[in-house]
């Protein structure tokens, strides 16, 4: 069941989960969407080496690793965007950072990260296959932003770059930890 603006602030309030900046405020203004909250852009960018003379290969080393080892990290500004190319791929992360904890005998809530209409028409992906924020997750939100549109694209921090879709949880769950919990890295993205 997905979680109503109303049902959003609510839960909020009663300290059920945390979107960090978001609690007491009007389910009907910004960043509230009917059944949504947009986030905003951090600060930082994780951008791949063009020139890296590797192969993925996932079984020798884990992903943060690789993009520990073959990225840079940039820091934006409003004065000094990141301007992504054409079909150039990024790292990034939401300003927000959220907790969805495993409450026992209550009931828990996990969400999804979605794209923006008004990016997607520019060609924007936000995300790729890995839209699930699970129960039990804490931090801010990793996001895979591609550019597959015509026209290079700023990416400016703050701006509204995704919507978060809450979601309640059928069942207790068991904590499963796993190696992407926190999506902690030595540059602070993956």
């Known amino acids: 069941m997905i979680l109503s603006n109303t049902e959003i602030v609510r839960c909020l309030g009663e300290g059920l989960f945390s979107i960090n900046s978001l609690a007491h405020q009007d389910p009907t203004r910004s960043p509230f969407n009917t059944s949504a909250v947009d986030l905003r852009l951090g600060n930082e960018i994780l951008v791949p080496e ?4 590797v192969q993925l290969d996932l079984r020798k080393s ?18 000094q965007p990141y301007s992504l190319g054409k079909g150039k791929l990024v790292l990034a992360k939401t300003l927000e950072s959220v907790s969805f904890p495993i409450l026992e005998e209550k009931i ?8 923006r209409s008004s990016l997607a028409r520019c060609g924007i992906l936000i995300h790729f296959t890995a839209p699930t924020i699970h129960a039990g997750f804490e931090g801010t939100i990793t996001l895979e932003i591609m550019n597959f549109g015509v026209n290079d694209f700023l990416l400016i921090p703050e701006m509204s770059i995704c919507q978060l879709i809450i979601e309640e949880v059928k069942g207790s769950p068991v904590d499963a930890p796993n190696q992407f919990k926190g999506q902690a890295s030595p540059a602070g993205v993956v």
């Not at 690789?66 to 934006?76: D, L, R, T, V």
């Open 50 to 53: 063009e020139e890296s003379p």
């Open 108 to 115: 828990c809530y996990g969400a999804r990260v979605e794209g």
């Open 62 to 79: 884990g992903i943060a690793k690789f993009w520990a080892k073959h990225s840079k990290a940039h820091e934006i500004t409003e004065q």
